[in-house]
């Protein structure tokens, strides 16, 4: 691996579901050390793309890397590099916060000599050491969060992946699983990849964002950049907004690239879980 080896690569990635192509040759570069922000509409291939990066689908076509590992040939290595908070809830409500990051730690294989240190780590890097031997069933949605990031933080993640990690949230909680992320990244220099329709959290913490629709990326740049190239287009001195810039790549996204039934669902229980 080269110093400018880049955290993630697609090239070309490509993912369907029977005849639904979710994701159509994307190409995609993560800096290392970057928050980067992916933004869709639901249906975009968001997900899709992220469940390739993380291993947990198959890369039928193109290729993903991370630092420099294929995704496809060193799926073990490519693990030991990352953390992941999926969109749905991946927390035990019958374990208490300590016992459900020792259950991850476990899982990616951290050293048992140092489990209970780390676990302990994880737990005070995101404020729940004073709850950590409570059930997480009495957690409230902004602690659940927290606890679902510390349980990805355990194994010490060189890239955080995180798919709608504030979906749901009030927003206080939100502003405060946004610290205790920024917090880690300050301590570790961790590259940061997340996905949002929270217009105004891409906008204050990623320092680049790229706007992903029917399955590519269609606006790339920071925001500034694209509220900046909006205005331009639309010979305008009133600068947009970076929600203004997911219309206009996006359009109402009421189409039928906006998800299923499923999707809908899955994002509602969610959004319940930690209500």
Known sequence: MTPDTPAVA??????SFGDTRAVDGLDLTVGEGEVFGLLGPNGAGK???IRCITTLLPVPAG????????TGRERMAVRRLLGYVPQQLSADSG????ENVALFARVFDVPRRER???VAEALAAVDLADAADRLAGTYSGGMVRRLEL???LVSAPRLLILDEPTIGLDPIARTGVWDQINAVRAATGMTV???THYMDEADQHCGRVG?????RIRALGTPAELRQGLAERRGTDTLPTLEDVFRDVAGSGLDDQSGGFRDVRSTRRTAKRVG
Do not use: I, N, W
């Open 116 to 118: 209970a240190e780390r």
């Open 211 to 215: 706007l992903m629709h029917r399955g």
């Open 150 to 152: 510390a349980q990805a």
């Open 47 to 49: 997900t899709t793309a």
């Open 95 to 98: 374990l208490t916060g300590r």
């Open 193 to 195: 990849l997340v996905t």
């Open 63 to 70: 290729m993903v890397s991370v630092f420099g590992h294929d």
């Open 10 to 15: 697609c090239t070309r990635l490509a993912y």
